[in-house]
């Protein structure tokens, strides 16, 4: 009588789904923070400056600051081992990038003074926020493409698993 073996369950969490964890924790919490200060000083600001002008800055910081909460729920959730969060974690990311240079490109439409800025210049501040307010961003893109590695297909698909 042979029996097949069954196909082996993985539980434990590889070592790129652990790293991706972490970087989303990390870029998550520091994210918050960093939105949350971008927004109480833009809106102490507002003031100061028309809505016209403080309107790009303030989708840009408000998306940032939802971005990053979103990391902190979707790290939590891989944690617990949710392992549909895949895609979730992609999105948000392109989302706050296209987000990033939507505000930069508002912000150039919305310069009142003469002799607005050209197109280098623009991306120069195109640079300039990515540097700054995009990092988050740009860590979140790694973390994901961690979590598309082929080391963890494994622990996201265990129906496909191989017996070798």
Known sequence: MSSTPPVPVV??????????????LIVGILGTLLAGAGLFFLLGMLGMVSLR?????LAMWSVAFLVSVADIVAALALRRGKRGVRPVIVGFQLAGLAMLGFSVVAGWASQTQPGAPGVGQ????????????????VFGLVA??????????AYFNPDTATVD
């Open 53 to 57: 002008t403080a309107a790009p800055g």
């Open 122 to 137: 623009m991306l120069v501040m195109l640079l300039g926020v990515l540097a700054s307010s995009g990092l988050p961003f």
């Open 144 to 153: 994901a493409g961690l979590l598309w590695a082929p080391s963890a297909r």
């Open 11 to 24: 539980t434990d969490k590889p070592a790129p789904v652990t790293a991706a964890i972490r970087i989303l």
